[in-house]
């Protein structure tokens, strides 16, 4: 059995003002009309045998999930809401869909977790991906997808191969090591997607996260159930929940685990993590500019234009990233985008 599990309650805090706590990267639109949060569920309902798709999300976006499931009109596929009264990071959301999966469906089910942040072009490469890692995922090891690293990016895991196995995991180097890595010729990009058995992750959680198991159960345990038009939503308890330690899967398991294997794969993989990866997407006129929405522009080269609402005009500038949104406008320089976020920060100081 196999069990596709979104997780789509991460902040986005890059691709300010765009993404926003009530408006996350998920839901993102890309220029064919769907949301990274559609594409993620179209993907994860074309795995074979597909009945069902967890969703473990925060609760305030409950809503706006179900109505972007809803817009795609798939059917035959139920959903399960799993429904996070805070973000405590993916190991948390990993540990939840664990023991749901393990408690439903048993030990051997097969979890297929996907960020719903990314975006997947080569759906048919996917899908092929998919099969190795099933495959692998049932003799008992935890599966990564690696994917070709293009430039030294700090913002992602390094996945150290050696065929399908994988030698180090390493999250978010420093540049200078991302460099190294990349020079070397050994390591992929990790894509953030993981496929493993139920039994599997409660184990290794067992043995490297044991608090984050622990207090998940307690939160899973407490949770209310209820029926919902499109499935089953569980909301996790707000008090044990909280008390989850805040840690990435990344950072708790796969930088810990041994064992793990890597299915290397060209699926026209983007993270969109950033403003650079979002503008990658888009293509470049003859001076390198890539714009999406209305614009005018002189004497500009290098810049990403994207405009929602307004006319955009820009004179005699290079290499500028300029997004406008209902209520905020970005201008940054393109070389500075990793550090978008800090004015996430900075604003959830000022209150
Ligand atoms: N439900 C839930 N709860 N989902 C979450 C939470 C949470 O607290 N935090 C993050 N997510 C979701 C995000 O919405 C996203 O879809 C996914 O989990 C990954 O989280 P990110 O916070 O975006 O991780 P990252 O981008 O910094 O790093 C991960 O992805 C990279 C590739 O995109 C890592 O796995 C890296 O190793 C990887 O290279
Ligand atoms: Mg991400």
């Known amino acids: 059995k196999i069990i596709p599990a979104i997780m789509g309650g991460g902040v986005g805090a890059r691709l300010w003002p765009l993404s926003r706590e009530t408006h996350p990267k998920p839901f993102i639109r890309l220029a064919d009309g769907k949301s990274l949060l559609q594409h993620t569920f179209l993907n994860a309902a074309a795995l074979p045998g597909v009945e069902r798709v967890l969703t473990i999300t925060n609760r305030e976006l409950f809503f706006k999930t179900e109505d972007e499931y809803r817009g795609l009109n798939v059917s035959g596929i139920e959903s399960t809401y799993l429904l996070e009264p805070v973000g405590r990071d993916t ?98 990009w990790n894509s953030g997607m993981f496929c493993f058995t139920a039994g599997t992750m409660a184990r290794l959680m067992e043995e490297h996260c044991p608090d984050i198991l622990a207090k998940s159960r307690e939160a899973l345990l407490a949770a209310r159930h209820s029926s919902v038009a499109s499935g089953l939503r569980i909301e996790l308890d707000a008090t044990d929940f909280s008390q989850v330690p805040k840690k990435s899967i990344d950072y708790a398991i796969l930088e810990k685990a041994g064992n793990i294997a890597v299915v290397g794969c060209d699926i026209g993989w983007s993270d969109i993590g950033s403003w650079k990866a979002l503008a990658d997407l888009t293509q470049p006129d003859d001076k390198g500019n890539r714009i999406n929405g209305d614009t005018v522009l002189h004497d500009t080269e290098g810049c990403y234009i994207n405009s929602s609402e307004r006319l955009i005009g820009v004179v005699g500038v290079k290499d500028l990233i300029i997004v406008d949104s209902a209520d905020a406008i970005l201008v940054a320089h393109k070389d500075e985008v990793q550090n978008v976020k800090q004015l996430v920060t900075q604003l959830k100081e000022r209150g």
Request: glycine share 10%; net charge negative; hydrophobic share 45%.
């Open 91 to 188: 190991a948390a959301a990993g540990a939840i869909v664990t023991l749901h999966v393990q408690q439903v469906f048993g030990d051997d089910a097969v979890i297929m977790l996907l960020p719903a942040d990314h975006m997947i072009r080569e759906g048919d490469a996917f899908r092929a991906a998919a099969a190795k890692a099933i495959a692998l995922a049932g003799t008992g090891r935890l599966v990564t997808f690696g994917i070709e690293p293009e430039y030294p990016e700090t913002g992602y895991g390094y996945i150290e191969a050696d065929g399908e196995n994988v030698v180090r995991f390493v999250e978010k180097p420093d540049l200078e090591r991302a460099r190294e890595y990349l020079a070397s010729g050994r390591f992929y």
